[in-house]
């Protein structure tokens, strides 16, 4: 093992770009004072930014390096897929300790471009800076989509329904987990919620067989909470939401973590979470083919509310017809705690 | 005066996008998942990242947040001039601390979408995250250029010859005079130093200027120093390089700053030194052809020497032709110092 201090700058910017296959359509890649990608023609170029603090995004105790790489790769693939993007190309950035392991690095860009190919996309560039202080990734991705077809926020309108891939709170119901429990946090039945949380999985193929249904008017990652990201979206859309007033229940996993923590089953799956799922508004005359077209996938929505006419006004609605507004906003990195 | 602890992650968001214009060619700008941009048709994409970290990067004692912003943009801007690339499209990641002030980081916006904008260049995205430890800044930068035509690091031959725009080494004697003199480097006759380590400005003009001529055949931009940069270029172009043992000595402000620091003006000139300078390799019979394209943007090359054949074998040459070897390499900012 060798750190960064001993190696240097150069040699390891050497190693790190050494062996790495050129993508397609990489006509200058890593190495040189910028990567020349060339795009299909005719395609909208779809570009996305997002970074992993130690300590505020990610606890570097509980997570490998390799998972560390994936789950960057994640949180930058989700936003594309929010956007029903082919992703392409991606740039690096990291700020380390001149301390860092050499290797550590090496297998944080494993990976990464690991989950990245998986995706279809590729490493293209990047840049190594040392920090004294907490460790940061971050990582541009840029994709493509057909001419004029990105999916955006704005699209939704009321009646349309709500619906979110996969197991939404898990992730932030692991990282409550971590916090509280510890080492204790690893029992097999919390097992789930820690996957969420250290190895999210971004909806690349789901997004893209959506896409070519034609059942999405609207789209966002939950990369905040399900709450926060509702309420960006019904902003963006000026309209407003329903919800059921049960969600989370339904998650065993989710409801253990709810009575280990002594909060609701709800609570969790809509508050504060990095799961990046997407949360889609689905025209309701398309509803069958958008469920097909995530099973094509091997994947399955859950249909979860309808967006409302009164813009803003997020209500969760209990089996009785009883209503109660949702005041849970999105995860602020800048808030005490 | 409000901190980024009390303004709240999603309203300092909002400041950061609101009243921005939409730049040509954006389809959908910052605030959705992700930016929608929409490529010429038939050009090539190039892209690159540069990161400033406080303390490492700058001084933040010694520059406004405004300088701090266009020193962003330049160097990024700097990088797609050494492709000759028109710059487009910006994607901003911030790693600030909660005590932060929300104007501060506005005032660092609008110096950086000056500086981009002047570039034809416009911000399409970006995130903001919290820091503990020292404040970082990355940028990636997005441009377009004829396809097929950016220039590389590649293409330098035997006896081309070796070019550079403005004057070398100023930026790092200027940071050698601010950590040797402190307030006392603010001497007017060393201000062309301090100067060009704080208000950097990147090539861009001159780059597609030259590209036009046809008379370059390589190029690097000059952001580790002039020996490192060109020891890359040789190293990429698999040839060597000899140049002028006098260089620095006709640069007034350096030669002081060489007497105040007691080196060799040479030192400095080609000594570690982020100066967003192009470092060119200019084929002989094009020479007349790139100094007009220069000067047609108000802007001169010098000529400093040319590439050799001996791989690597990078060589001072003086006056009575007496050679010695070039040991300097760029900058490592992992390097105990």
Redesign the interface.
């Not at 190696?7 to 150069?10: D, K």
């Given at each position: 093992m060798a750190r960064?201090?001993e190696?240097?700058?150069?040699e390891?910017l050497r190693r790190l770009i050494r062996d790495r296959a050129a993508g397609p359509g990489v006509?200058?890649g890593p190495?040189?004072?910028?990567?020349?990608?060339?795009?299909t023609?005719?395609?909208?170029?779809?570009?996305?930014?997002?970074?992993l603090?130690a300590?505020?995004?990610y606890l570097a105790e509980w997570i490998t390096p390799e998972e560390l790489g994936a789950r960057l790769a994640a949180a930058n693939l989700s936003?594309?897929a929010?956007?029903a993007?082919t992703p392409r190309?991606a740039?690096?950035?990291t700020?380390v300790g001149?301390d860092h392991e050499v290797d550590d690095l090496l297998a944080l860009e494993r990976g990464l471009e690991r989950a990245l190919g998986e995706a279809g996309a590729s490493i293209?560039?990047?840049?190594?800076?040392?920090?004294?202080?907490?460790e940061?990734l971050?990582l541009?991705l840029?994709?493509e989509?057909a001419?004029?077809r990105?999916w955006?926020?704005?699209g939704a309108r009321p009646g349309d329904l709500i619906a979110v891939s996969g197991a939404p709170g898990r992730a932030g119901a692991g990282l409550a987990l971590a916090r509280r429990l510890g080492a204790a946090a690893r029992d097999p039945a919390l097992e789930p919620l820690l996957d969420a949380w250290l190895r999210p999985r971004a909806h690349v193929a789901l997004a893209l067989s959506l896409a070519a249904s034609g059942a999405v008017t609207a789209?966002?990652?939950i990369s905040d909470g399900l709450a926060g990201d509702l309420r960006q979206l019904c902003e963006?859309s000026g309209v407003g939401a329903e919800i059921d007033a049960a969600l989370g229940e339904g998650d065993a996993p989710l409801a253990r973590a709810a009575t280990a923590l002594g909060v609701g089953a709800f609570e969790l799956f809509a508050g504060p979470s990095d799961d990046y799922e997407l949360l889609l508004a689905v025209d309701p005359a398309r509803r069958a083919a958008g469920e097909l077209a995530a099973e094509a996938v091997g994947e399955r929505l859950a249909f979860i509310g309808r967006f409302a006419a009164a813009p803003g006004v997020i209500e969760a609605v209990s089996g009785d017809g009883a209503r109660r507004p949702i005041e849970a906003?999105?995860f602020?990195?800048?808030?005490?705690r």
């Open positions: 960064l201090r190696v240097g700058e150069l390891a006509i200058v190495g040189d004072d910028a990567a020349v990608l060339r795009p023609p005719g395609v909208d170029l779809v570009a996305t930014t997002d970074a603090v300590g505020r995004h936003d594309l929010a956007m993007a190309w740039l690096l950035e700020g001149a293209v560039g990047g840049n190594l800076s040392a920090t004294a202080g907490p940061w971050t541009t840029l994709g989509v001419r004029g990105a955006t926020r704005r789209a966002i990652d963006a906003s999105g602020d990195h800048f808030a005490r």
